[in-house]
Nanobody
């Protein structure tokens, strides 16, 4: 029903910025949340940010509040993650997700996932 394609990952120095994009195809987005999750080497998957497709309400993980911003473009069926003041501990594979969920932070409730994009932050 929904397919997600991510782009924008790469290598950046600490303190720098990156912008991740997630392009969605399909339909039925009215009640969906779209979110970003990440998995760092040797660590569990972590919630980063989410946005409601219809209303635009946003949610952020504690570790990225004040540094990252999620947004959406309804016409382009895309979500974005602006990442500022990057730290080495932000190094991870970042995944875009979409679904009809009861809690926007619960990764296991999302039905659709992108392939992941690597973000590496050097010291």
């Amino acid at each position: 029903q929904v397919q997600l394609v991510e782009s924008g990952g790469g290598l950046v120095q600490a303190g720098g910025s990156l912008r991740l994009s997630c392009a969605a195809s399909g339909r039925g987005f009215g009640n969906y949340f779209m979110g970003w999750f990440r998995r760092a080497p040797g660590k569990e998957r972590e919630f980063v940010a989410a946005i409601s497709w219809s209303g635009g309400s946003t949610y952020y993980g504690d570790s990225v509040k004040g540094r990252f911003a999620i947004s959406r473009d309804i016409a382009k069926r895309s979500v974005y993650l602006q990442m500022n003041s990057l730290k080495p501990e932000d190094t991870a594979v970042y995944y875009c997700a979409a679904g009809w969920v009861s809690s926007p932070t619960a990764g296991h409730e999302y039905a659709y996932w992108g392939q992941g994009t690597q973000v590496t932050v050097s010291s």
